[in-house]
């Protein structure tokens, strides 16, 4: 049996009463654990491999935000972010932590933020090991030093096993995951999706940072380069975050979760990754796979007798994850801040074919391309989708952004102003035609068009680049490494009327996403859309 002589504490004071509690154990002992409850198995990479049940995403219409002094004026309203009842809150955490009372638990003290002028100190109670164990990949670690003086200021209380009542609870079915700001808690139930834990903190992170600390927060991955300068690159799932920010001449900061200060330095949230690993191999995610070992953990995935991985299988899900904590990627910056930002990429699958390889921002430009987070649902992804489809994420994080978009866009044209960084559109999805009749962009432009522009190597001057007629974005003329007739997506469809059709269609979906922002958007971003079509 594993060793338990660890070092407990009470949770009276959260109204959990009599519960044997699990303090800090290390990521080796939660991994026997969770194989001795039969509630994990060990791979052939001798990570451990869990099934979350039900939900194997997160569900964000059970994503709820408590509505009391603090976010009534401040929060956007909405299908995005819901209100919940105070009382109603009250209620059911009684009932929660009652639920948890004289249970075996498991709690986890952490924090996130790297910076430590903006370090939130965390305490985390799960009903099951693995998902403790995920808090340890996930959030950063105090040292035995800083556990003796650890205050936590924001509790997540994660009981996957109860379950609400919608008609009594308030909640929309019997999950739910709920932020309440006036009592710093995030409460978690009736779903074992351990991203649900990651994402309330990241959610409450999106709220506290730009209203209480002037710092803006994102979603995104950041690297540094040797001479200390500091690229971002923003996308939805399937464009290239990860990929392209998994850089072996540039340190890893983080990959999903970043704070922007006013002393302009870039900060890593999180102590660890959550990558999607469908079709992942050692050839197309070498660091990835690598950081699959013990101490990793592999959600929902399909293995044989052996413990042997299918990561093409995607019988239980198209959403396999592996949580692992940073430090099993080598090649990462120590502690996760950079300073010196100097690019900002916006990665995009546009699977029409028609937003350029690369183009240059205006700062209208990218705080209206921000607000939209774009990129294209292809045939095959969703049921029912036989065409590619717009898909619109406001600040490429619409789920997890309390506040209105355009608080955040605003803010980031300020950062951009200020630093003069360089705000890049990438389109890594198809040229030479839409999906079904062109091809995707290969990997090795899109690197050659992102390490020129983090070299300098794409114009100085307004002559380097050529106006988009539809888009109004300024396509360079030319880049190292890449074939000149790549870079203008006209040329490579070699037909100018269905480039021309097809492309204003685009337009006009960008066009009827944004107008929803356009009472709350400033003259400056408005400018920054597609030009009006002539008529």
Same mark, same amino acid.
């Given at each position: 049996m594993t060793n338990l002589d660890t070092k407990t504490i009470s949770l009276d004071n959260l109204g959990i009463k009599d519960a044997t509690v699990r303090y800090q154990l290390t990521s080796d002992e939660l991994h026997d654990i969770t194989i001795e409850k039969g509630q994990g198995k060990e791979t052939s990479f001798g990570a451990l491999a869990v099934n979350t049940g039900e939900f194997t995403g997160r569900s964000p219409m059970d994503r709820f935000i408590v509505k009391d002094d603090i976010t009534k004026d401040e929060v956007w309203w909405g299908n995005i972010n819901i209100p919940f009842d105070s009382e109603k809150f009250d209620k059911l955490y009684d009932k929660v932590t009652n639920y948890l009372s004289n249970k075996e638990v498991f709690v986890r003290d952490s924090y996130a933020c790297a910076d430590e002028d903006y370090k939130l100190n965390i305490r985390v109670v799960n009903e099951y090991p693995w998902s403790n164990m995920f808090a340890y990949n996930m959030f950063l670690r105090p040292t035995a030093e800083e556990l003796k003086t650890f205050s936590p200021e924001w509790t997540v209380i994660n009981a996957p096993g109860f379950m609400a009542d919608p008609e009594v609870d308030g909640t929309r079915q019997h999950n739910f995951a709920i932020l309440n700001f006036g009592k710093k808690i995030a409460l978690i139930g009736g779903t074992g999706y351990t991203g649900e834990i990651k994402k309330g903190i990241f959610s409450a992170l999106n709220f506290i940072l730009p209203v209480f600390k002037n710092t803006l927060p994102m979603h995104c991955s950041a690297n540094v380069g040797k001479d200390g300068d500091t690229a971002i690159f923003f996308g939805l799932s399937g464009t290239g975050k990860t990929t392209l920010s998994t850089d072996p001449n540039r340190s890893l900061i983080g990959d999903d979760e970043h704070g922007w200060t006013a002393e302009n330095t870039i900060f890593n949230f999180e102590g660890g990754c959550y990558a999607k690993v469908i079709d992942l191999s050692q050839e197309k995610e070498p660091e990835i796979y690598g950081a699959i070992k013990r101490g990793a953990i592999l959600e929902n995935i399909v293995m044989d007798d052996k413990g042997n991985v299918d990561f093409a299988d995607t019988t239980i899900t198209q959403n396999t994850r592996v949580s692992y904590p940073i430090y099993h990627i080598e090649n990462i910056q120590t502690p996760s801040i950079g300073k010196n930002p100097k690019n900002i990429f916006f990665l995009t699958a546009d699977a029409f074919g028609v937003l350029p390889p690369i183009s240059k921002l205006t700062p209208g430009q990218a705080a209206y391309h921000f607000i939209s987070g774009y990129t294209a649902k292809v045939a095959g992804t969703e049921a029912g989708v036989t065409e590619p489809q717009p898909s619109f994420s406001a600040c490429f994080g619409a789920p997890f952004m309390p506040l209105h978009p355009t608080r955040y866009a605003e803010m980031l044209s300020e950062k951009m102003k200020e630093t003069g960084? !360089?705000?890049? @559109?990438?389109?890594?999805?198809?040229?030479?035609?839409?999906?079904?009749?062109? /091809?995707?962009?290969?990997?090795?432009?899109?690197?050659?068009?992102? !390490?020129?522009? @983090?070299?300098?190597?794409?114009?100085?001057?307004?002559?380097?680049?050529?106006? /988009?007629?539809?888009?109004?974005?300024?396509?360079?003329?030319?880049?190292?490494?890449?074939?000149?007739e790549l870079l203008s997506q006209r040329k490579a469809w070699n037909n100018d009327e269905e480039y021309y059709k097809t492309a204003h269609k685009l337009a006009d979906s960008f066009r009827n996403n944004f107008k929803k922002f356009e009472d709350y958007a400033n003259d400056e971003i408005l400018a920054g859309g597609p030009p009006a079509a002539e008529k």
């Open positions: 960084v !360089n705000v890049w @559109l990438v389109n890594t999805g198809w040229t030479a035609g839409p999906y079904g009749v062109g /091809h995707r962009m290969k990997l090795k432009y899109t690197r050659a068009m992102i !390490n020129a522009a @983090l070299n300098g190597e794409l114009g100085n001057s307004p002559e380097d680049f050529r106006i /988009h007629s539809v888009f109004g974005l300024a396509q360079p003329r030319t880049c190292p490494g890449v074939p000149d």
